[in-house]
């Protein structure tokens, strides 16, 4: 059984840096195909992908927001790492990891979500 | 980056109705990569479908995804209590994935 938790600070303060910690079970990050990925909702709105990192240590960023963030993986904890520079407001939001599975003939999705953490941005 | 379009925003229906989403992208999307998920109110979303037409793991075969191309539909057969929710579309294209707004389907 696949699980995921999200982890870190519930109050962060403009320009200061989140550090959020994904911690799973159930699959190994260094399994071919196997990725996983961080995904934010701000109170009432719609969700938007931040970033992705693979088995084979690729990543991918959301282009906007790509000069703020970095994604790791720690494979022998079975945690991956979200870092995001420069808080604002803007970004207070439920942060959620998922991961992101390969059905095979190219298809792929987050198939195993965390429970997500509240993450306010203020002074 | 792919701009991704859902409609209705509100779906207002009855339960035992039938739910007809859609999902528009501002060009084309391989059907590979097309995803539908639901979420309740404080929970986290769950996975419907993957590519564009396969029911994920415990999914009821009263939802049902198709399209191609641009245009990509969710169909809820006959839509239950626990169905009332919010979807959303996700797609996966040049290493980079877009979610929809969403289309909230409320009980009339």
Redesign the interface.
């Known amino acids: 059984q696949i699980t995921l938790k999200e982890s870190g600070p519930t109050l962060v303060k403009p320009t200061q840096t989140l550090t959020l910690t994904c911690t799973f079970s159930g699959f190994s990050l260094s399994t071919s195909g196997v990725g996983v990925g961080w995904i934010r909702q701000p109170p009432g709105k719609a969700l938007e992908w931040l970033a992705l990192i693979y088995w084979d240590d690729d990543k991918r960023y959301s282009p906007s927001l790509k000069s703020r963030l970095t994604i790791t993986k720690d494979t022998s904890k079975n945690q991956v790492v979200l870092t995001m520079t420069n808080m604002d407001p803007v970004d207070t939001a439920t942060y959620y990891c998922a991961h992101f599975n390969y059905y095979g003939s190219g298809r792929y999705a987050f198939d195993i979500w965390g429970q997500g953490t509240m993450v306010t941005v203020s002074s | ?1 792919i701009v991704l379009t859902q409609s209705p925003g509100t779906l207002s229906l009855s339960p035992g109705e039938r739910a007809t989403l859609s999902c528009r992208a501002s060009q084309s999307v ?1 059907s ?2 097309l ?1 539908w ?1 639901q ?1 309740k109110p404080g929970q ?4 419907l479908i ?2 564009a037409s ?1 029911r ?2 415990g999914i009821p075969d009263r939802f049902s995804g198709s399209g191609s191309g641009t245009d990509f539909t969710l169909t809820i057969s006959r839509l239950e209590p626990e169905d009332f929710a919010v979807y ?1 579309c ?1 797609q ?1 294209g040049s ?8 289309t909230k389907v409320d009980i009339k």
């Open positions: 980056e391989s590979s990569y995803a998920y979420q986290a979303p769950r996975l993957y590519g396969s994920a793991t959303y996700q996966y290493s980079i994935f877009t979610f929809g707004p969403g």
